[in-house]
């Protein structure tokens, strides 16, 4: 995890509330991702980025935005979080051409009562 | 969809014995990797096989890549209680979009009996 931070670790909100969470890294690598882990689905892409301001959608990417303004920097927003958002968040970074080595943060427990 | 799915999705074994995970993909790759991780934690990185490559070795980890079968193993010998771990493959595009991302499988979960 080291170089690799996520804020909060930990997040309880209710039902139609934004939500955003953090991704902060010191490792100066140009990829950045997040994922979505869920029993039975393993880990899925929600969106990356390939630079500042340069991001794109992942295989589940509907009811989340995200924002690269700074290189050590991604944010996650749920605009009007829903229960079937309920799931653990990892951040993950990569200095290569993105689909080599991934770097994972600690993650996000977000539960949407 | 899942590019990569594993087999079995749960393994149990006792330790020092040696542990055989399997992976299945479905398009063509440009490489293919296997990630670690514990309970409550992040992956973790653990061995980039190339499609070029057939076989490649780490330590105690042992990974195989039949292209032309679409399929992938990863061996742990000697196991350790410390093994314990869920077990994930993740493929890399050969072109496009697919370039840039990795797919994961759904993993299995490794457990080494003291």
């Known amino acids: 995890d080291a170089g690799i931070t996520q804020s909060p670790r930990h997040k309880v909100t209710e039902t139609g509330t934004p939500v955003t969470l953090r991704c902060h890294q010191t490792?100066?690598?140009?990829?950045m991702y997040w994922y979505r882990q869920d029993p039975g689905h393993g880990l899925r892409l929600i969106h990356y980025s390939y630079g500042v301001k340069d991001t794109d959608k992942g295989e589940v990417s509907d009811g989340y935005s995200v924002s690269r303004s700074k290189t050590e920097d991604f944010l996650l927003t749920l605009e009007s979080a829903t229960s079937s958002q309920t799931s653990v968040y990892f951040c993950a970074i990569s200095g290569l051409a993105g689909a080599y080595e991934q770097f994972f943060g600690p993650g996000t427990r977000l539960t949407v009562l | 969809s899942q590019q990569g799915e594993e087999d079995p999705q749960a393994l149990s074994i006792q330790e020092g014995e040696n542990a055989t995970m399997n992976c299945s993909y479905k398009?063509?790759?440009?490489?293919l990797q296997w990630y670690r991780q514990n309970s409550g934690r992040g992956l973790v990185h653990l061995i980039l096989?190339?499609?070029?490559?057939r076989e490649k070795h780490s330590g105690r980890l042992r990974v195989t890549l039949d292209t032309s079968k679409k399929s992938s193993s990863l061996l742990i010998t000697a196991s350790r209680a410390a093994d314990t771990a869920s077990y994930f493959c993740a493929t890399a595009g050969s072109s496009g979009a697919g370039s840039y991302q990795l797919t994961f499988g759904k993993g299995t979960k490794l457990s080494v009996i003291p």
């Open positions: 096989i190339r499609s070029n490559e």
């Open positions: 398009t063509s790759i440009n490489n």
């Open positions: 490792e100066n690598h140009r990829y």
